[in-house]
């Protein structure tokens, strides 16, 4: 792979956090720490999934334990490593790693040295790193490391190759289940996001209707983290383009309010406050669909070297 391939595979590649989170004795110092392990990756230039942002089961309770397995599933399957955290014991963890190994993703297992690791987990194939760490500092350096030599491992030692035309199929296929989301799980995202009203209804029926990929609203409710005005402010007026006084209506607020929550929602995920509609249309097509359609997509097009 060349130095401008490697650059783009790292710099779209999503880091999946897999961690504990049912029963957890210290919950909020814990996914703290998970908050750490996603600032790690993200300073290796990939983007943090944390799946307590989105299905934690306290936050989220209201999500079927179907749903959570259908939303956590897409994206481990679609990651470019899965970063999992074995110091506290979870038949989740155990799980993720075993699907990503299904899928081809590399894993790497982090626990502090004095912690035990099931033989079971270790010996996984999927598990291509250890890091065993003391304190912060160690575990920073440790798996910045381990996330490099990753990054620099040609893609034929981590992934099975696939026959172009199976990846095709695998990609129309994905496209399909990309697009579509069960009405009570929109629900479901759309009361994380703190969104209700008139904005809740048009972006339910852009999800039924296909104008918006619901895996889309899962990444933005997400993997973006946004909420609220700011949410309703992006999809209204970025990814169904209506106009900006439109927008304010739907949402019970002034233009001028209005354009300060797209600004807001922009910046979240990565776009310059004033970006011109053809710069939002790219972003939308390359970001804003399913992780696995996503690596589809990058395999077909890189003639399988990302």
């Known amino acids: 792979m060349d130095e401008a ?4 595979a790292v710099t779209i590649g999503e880091a999946y956090v897999s961690g504990a989170l049912t029963a957890l004795d ?7 720490f998970y908050e750490l392990l996603a600032e790690i990756a993200e300073a290796a230039r990939l983007r943090a999934y944390l799946p307590h942002r989105v299905t934690d089961p306290m936050a989220a309770a209201h999500l079927d ?5 259908e939303i956590d599933r897409a994206h481990v399957t679609g990651a470019a490593v899965l970063i999992a955290y074995a110091g506290i014991p979870s038949f989740g963890v ?12 590399p894993v790497i297992v982090v626990a502090e040295r004095d912690r035990p690791i099931s033989r079971l987990l270790l010996g996984n194939p999927a598990v291509v790193e250890i ?10 350096k440790q798996l910045q490391s381990a996330l490099g030599r990753i990054a620099t491992t040609p893609e034929e030692r981590i992934r099975t190759v696939v026959a172009d ?8 296929a994905s496209l399909g289940h990309a697009r579509e989301l069960p009405g009570a799980e929109v629900a479901a995202l759309l009361r994380i996001a703190d969104l209700d009203g008139e904005a809740a209804v048009a972006l339910k029926e852009a999800v039924a209707s296909g104008r918006l990929f619901g895996a889309g609203l899962r990444d933005l ?29 739907t949402l019970g607020i002034d233009a001028r309010t209005a354009k300060r929550h ?35 997509q990058l395999h077909l097009f890189t003639g399988g070297r990302a």
């Open 221 to 249: 409710v997400g993997r973006y983290a946004l909420r609220g005005p700011d949410l309703g402010a992006f999809i209204l007026r970025d990814v169904l383009e209506r106009s900006l006084a439109e927008t304010a209506r």
């Open 5 to 8: 391939n490697e650059r783009t």
């Open 94 to 105: 155990g799980i993720e790693v075993e699907l990503a190994r299904e899928h081809g993703v």
């Open 26 to 32: 210290d919950a909020p110092r814990t996914k703290l």
């Open 131 to 140: 890091v065993r760490f003391a304190d912060l500092d160690g575990l920073r």
């Open 65 to 69: 334990p179907r749903a959570v397995y």
């Open 165 to 172: 035309d199976v990846v095709v199929q695998r990609f129309i």
């Open 262 to 296: 797209l600004g807001t929602a922009r910046a979240r995920v990565g776009l310059p406050d004033n970006a011109e509609a053809s710069t939002v249309a790219q972003w939308l097509v390359t970001e804003l669909i399913a992780p696995p359609t996503r690596a589809l």
